[in-house]
């Protein structure tokens, strides 16, 4: 497949032979990523041919006629604001197929027909950008609210829960909630952060997912938690950094292929890290503060199973646990806020536990190092799939040990 920075060079027929080439091969790729970039490629292909004629894609009209079904399909669609009578032509006589061809073309009428009465998307100028609402930016734009203390966690479970709230309060763990703010400018190399791209020691391998470089998700400057509880369990300085596959951050767990995280204990001479190939996505920057928790389990995990076998108990559990969750926060934007941690409990998307985790009373099975919610930096919001939570785990021995590289993954959406 010629690189992207070739096309210019490339004939009209190259150019062809490339996208059908492309449109051939797409189906094997399991990885979304790959998969994506490799859509990506066709793209930039039809713009070229676009461009050098004047719009009309006369090169491609060919392939309306080419033997295989899909490469009339796709080519047909490239023609939809282009000639519209080709197209529907086409793609009815495609209709009638008894296959995943067909299937597809009639899905495609569907789509068009909708697109006749509101307007194609490709034809639309570019919407102006629209500042975020005020209720999503609330949380960059203010520090965090001081926490519940531990002795108000305890009298607020004694109140509600007086039978349990004794083994429940032997479960509180201390956790380092990470509260998003507006990135500076002149941000610091070593601050902490995520999304945006990272700095790495000189000679760093950026991580990969068989083809695909993993995308950046942040990085937490170890120096920066000094005094908060559970920082003991981290390492005193350097620069802990996160890496995921296109398709376990982004949801697609069915091909996901896992994690990497490293820690950096020379934080004076990093440099900008370049992956191999370009990024399919790059995460909003956005720089951290932090502050100390006190982390109760979610109401649906195991260990509270354990203790709490009545619904009603459960769901006043449940109601306690939130007001610690919230604590501070102005009830009309609880849900519009980030609640990523270090340490702590999972917060549970799924009312499940996460399935890499086992024996949560074994001392030396896996824990939560990092949860991240969505986050917003006041111009941009990012999320994990629909309504979704990233969970990075290891087990103690391993934390205690600082081998980061068997850090596991889990990740639950809505």
Same mark, same amino acid.
């Given at each position: 497949? =010629?690189?992207?920075?070739? $096309?210019?060079?490339? +004939?009209?027929?190259?150019?062809? &032979?490339?996208?059908?080439?492309?449109?051939?091969?797409?189906?094997?790729?399991?990885?979304?990523?790959?998969?994506?970039?490799?859509?990506?490629?066709?793209?930039?292909?039809v713009d070229e041919l676009k461009r050098r004629s004047a719009g009309t894609l006369q090169p491609l009209r060919g392939l309306l006629d080419h033997t295989d079904p899909n490469v009339r399909l796709t080519a047909a669609i490239r023609f939809r604001t282009v000639d519209h009578a080709a197209y529907e032509r086409t793609v009815r006589a495609l209709a009638k197929?008894?296959?995943?061809?067909?299937?597809?073309?009639r899905e495609s009428l569907r789509v068009d027909a909708h697109f006749q009465e509101v307007g194609y998307p490709e034809l639309a100028?570019?919407?102006?950008?629209?500042?975020?609402?005020?209720?999503?930016?609330?949380?960059s734009e203010h520090l965090p609210p001081e926490p519940m203390t531990r =002795?108000?966690?305890?009298? $607020?479970?004694?109140? +509600?829960?007086?039978?349990?709230? &004794?083994?429940?309060?032997?479960?509180a763990r201390p956790a380092i909630g990470l509260w998003p703010q507006r990135p500076d400018p002149d941000m610091p190399i070593g601050a902490s952060r995520l999304g945006g791209m990272p700095y790495a020691p000189h000679g760093f391998q950026w991580p990969m997912a068989d083809t695909e470089p993993m995308l950046f998700v942040g990085h937490i400057n170890c120096s920066e938690l000094h005094d908060l509880p559970g920082a003991e369990r981290l390492s005193s300085s350097g620069l802990l950094a996160f890496?995921?596959?296109?398709?376990?951050?982004?949801?697609?767990?069915?091909?996901?292929?896992?994690?990497?995280?490293f820690h950096w204990p020379d934080i004076n001479h990093l440099l900008p890290a370049t992956p191999p190939i370009e990024l399919m996505m790059v995460f909003p920057l956005c720089a951290l503060v932090f502050r100390a928790l006190i982390d109760l389990p979610d109401p649906f995990s195991t260990v509270v199973g354990d203790i709490l076998t009545d619904e009603e108990q459960v769901s006043s559990y449940a109601a306690v646990r939130d007001a610690i969750r919230?604590?501070?926060?102005?009830?009309?934007?609880?849900?519009?806020?980030?609640?990523?941690?270090?340490?702590?409990?999972?917060?549970?998307?799924?009312?499940?536990?996460?399935?890499?985790?086992?024996?949560?009373?074994?001392?030396n099975d896996f824990r939560l190092l990092l949860q991240l919610d969505q986050y917003s930096n006041g111009e941009e919001?990012?999320?994990?799939?629909?309504?979704?939570s990233l969970y990075f785990v290891m087990r103690d021995c391993d934390l205690r040990q600082g081998r980061f590289d068997r850090c596991e993954f889990d990740m639950q959406c809505t």
């Open positions: 497949m =010629a690189d992207k920075d070739d $096309l210019s060079s490339l +004939t009209d027929a190259q150019l062809v &032979a490339a996208y059908v080439e492309n449109v051939q091969a797409y189906d094997a790729i399991e990885h979304v990523g790959a998969a994506n970039r490799h859509f990506d490629h066709r793209i930039r292909i197929r008894k296959d995943t061809v067909g299937n597809d073309a100028k570019d919407a102006p950008h629209q500042p975020l609402p005020s209720r999503v930016r609330w949380q =002795a108000a966690i305890k009298a $607020l479970l004694a109140d +509600t829960i007086p039978d349990a709230a &004794a083994p429940l309060m032997r479960l890496f995921g596959d296109h398709d376990s951050v982004t949801g697609c767990l069915l091909t996901g292929r896992g994690v990497a995280v919230h604590y501070g926060i102005p009830d009309e934007l609880h849900s519009d806020c980030g609640f990523g941690k270090l340490l702590g409990w999972p917060s549970l998307v799924q009312q499940d536990d996460l399935d890499v985790l086992g024996d949560a009373a074994d001392p919001l990012e999320g994990w799939g629909p309504g979704g």
